[in-house]
């Protein structure tokens, strides 16, 4: 009762009579005994009634159980069995860690036509299960709702880069991009590849194609080639890449109007993190800012994050920039475009020679912001004094050189916002078996089974020579070079020889190098 439980607790409150002294603690041990047993028998009762309604069926725990463990009181040959048929269909195919091991896989000895054609199915088969893309029209209304902060991430594309833009689609979904990066398509094969596989497009706008068309410099002859090339093989630097070059900025130019600042971006780049942010901190008192081409600059990681050399801004690269709206911007590029249409220059160099005009006021230094030292600047005025133009940081928009063979942002522990994959041979392919290097292209999951299994295999560099720091005169002729490069190659036949007769695919092993080739 409570009144015996206040007696507990306040010993000194108990009655001072003989009967209760005596009487009351043995009554208070009886109840507490009598209450033990009863809960001791309730819990008894409970475990029981669940464990026998368990042992009829395996518990969850054993059917989330590892293969390899074995359930005790098992029949043993039952259990051997099951081994015996682990190890089988384990022979037959390779472990999950090969199956991950870095790209650069190849079937080689298969036709190549044959594998695209199956990675083509593959690939059409696994968007089947996707909704399909929609072409969205270029209209301002429409352009204007997708952006972010007033900004969008541009990208123009035609069949041949089909591959490349895909890679960067996915990336700008992982890094939250969204609505705000926007595909354009030259023709209609490009359109249907993407949308096949979910994605939103928007197709080269008609009229202003037209115009740019129907001012084209050049023959006739030219015009015709353009109409015919457009939409099958278009070679850098001939007539027709640099028509759809006019068009792409003709089309930059007209979002420009609408109050909208760019990111504009070639095929061949890779998304780490979303550039909107940095814009938007960084760039937002400047007209326009492009990555730097250069692959040595003489700068402190510090340096490389806020300033850039005032030498290496006249020669900016086109393939990622900054834009942001104003009417100087509106001339610069209705000047830029002017001269691609009546020129004979790539989109680049017709840039450069626009940005040169009066050329006395490209390296003044930006007033009110002094020189950390001599030749470092945060920004110069270019275009007769009209726009302010700046540098993306190397170390965050590094070009292909700086990113993957100097490797100089991962050495300092920073993460880019933009890797462009310059500085790479091989055209298309080369680009991407660059990006796959560094784990920057998105193959989808069939790219990586093979009915036949991989082979793997390790060089052997005893008795070649390697020479690390080693240089060579400019004109000379890398003997020792050539020889560990002879060696490795001839080893590496022998495997492609084996993976042949074996049914195999070859993972290409890290070939060791001494010299690599100059660039500009």
């Not at 043993?76 to 037959?92: G, L, M, N, P, Y």
């Not at 093989?233 to 001939?238: C, I, L, T």
């Not at 726009?387 to 100089?408: C, D, E, S, W, Y």
């Amino acid at each position: 009762s409570t009144w015996d439980l206040s007696l507990l607790y306040h010993r000194q409150s108990w009655p001072r009579s003989s009967l209760m002294a005596s009487t009351f603690p043995r009554r208070l041990i009886f109840r507490t005994l009598c209450f033990a047993v009863v809960a001791l028998y309730v819990l008894f009762s409970l475990s029981s009634f669940f464990i026998s309604r368990s042992s009829s069926s395996e518990s969850p725990r054993r059917l989330q159980e590892p293969p390899g463990l074995r359930a005790v009181g098992d029949d043993d040959e039952a259990v051997e069995r099951k081994r015996e048929h682990e190890r089988a269909t384990s022979s037959s195919s390779e472990s999950p860690r090969r199956l991950q091991e870095p790209a650069g896989l190849r079937a080689w000895g298969d036709d190549d036509e044959a594998v695209e054609r199956e990675h083509e199915r593959a690939a059409a088969e696994h968007a089947k299960h996707k909704p399909r893309g929609r072409i969205l029209p270029f209209t301002r209304e429409t352009v204007t709702a997708r952006a972010s902060h007033s900004i969008i991430v541009t990208t123009f594309v035609n069949l041949q880069q089909r591959l490349l833009v895909l890679n960067l689609y996915k990336q700008a979904q992982r890094v939250n991009l969204g609505a705000a990066f926007l595909i354009f398509c030259s023709d209609d094969d490009v359109a249907e590849y993407l949308m096949a596989r979910g994605v939103d497009v928007f197709m080269t706008d008609a009229a202003i194609a037209a115009e740019v068309l129907d001012k084209w410099g050049g023959n006739e002859h030219d015009k015709t080639k353009i109409v015919k090339n457009k939409e099958t093989a278009v070679v850098w630097g001939d007539v027709t890449f640099r028509f759809l070059n006019t068009v792409k900025y003709s089309m930059i130019k007209q979002m420009l109007s609408w109050q909208l600042s760019v990111f504009s971006l070639d095929n061949d780049v890779a998304l780490l993190r979303s550039p909107v942010a940095w814009a938007l901190l960084h760039a937002w008192d400047l007209d326009l800012v492009a990555q730097i081409d250069a692959s040595e600059l003489p700068l402190t990681p510090y340096e490389s994050l806020h300033w850039i050399p005032k030498v290496a801004i006249p020669g900016p690269c086109i393939g990622i920039m900054f834009i942001r709206p104003s009417d100087r911007v509106q001339e610069l590029f209705a000047a830029w475009t002017e001269e691609m249409i009546h020129g004979t220059e790539i989109d680049q160099t017709a840039f450069r020679d626009v940005l040169h005009r009066d050329s006395s006021h490209v390296h003044d230094p930006a007033p009110g912001r002094p020189e950390t030292k001599e030749g470092l600047v945060p920004w110069v005025w270019a275009f007769g004094g009209k726009i302010k133009l700046a540098a993306l940081p190397l170390l965050l928009f590094p070009n292909g050189h700086v990113f993957m063979t100097q490797r100089l942002p991962q050495k300092i522990g920073v993460t880019p916002f933009i890797v462009h994959a310059t500085f790479n041979y091989g055209g298309n392919d080369g680009k991407i078996n660059a990006l796959r290097e560094f784990d920057l292209y998105n193959d989808d999951p069939e790219y990586f089974q093979a009915p036949g299994g991989f082979l793997a295999m390790d060089m052997n560099l005893t008795g070649l020579p390697f020479t690390s720091g080693a240089s060579v005169p400019v004109g000379a002729i890398p003997h020792d070079h050539i020889a560990l490069i002879k060696g490795q190659v001839s080893q590496l036949w022998d495997a492609l020889a084996v993976a042949r007769a074996l049914g195999r695919v070859l993972i290409l092993p890290r070939l060791t190098c001494s010299c690599e080739k100059y660039f500009n």
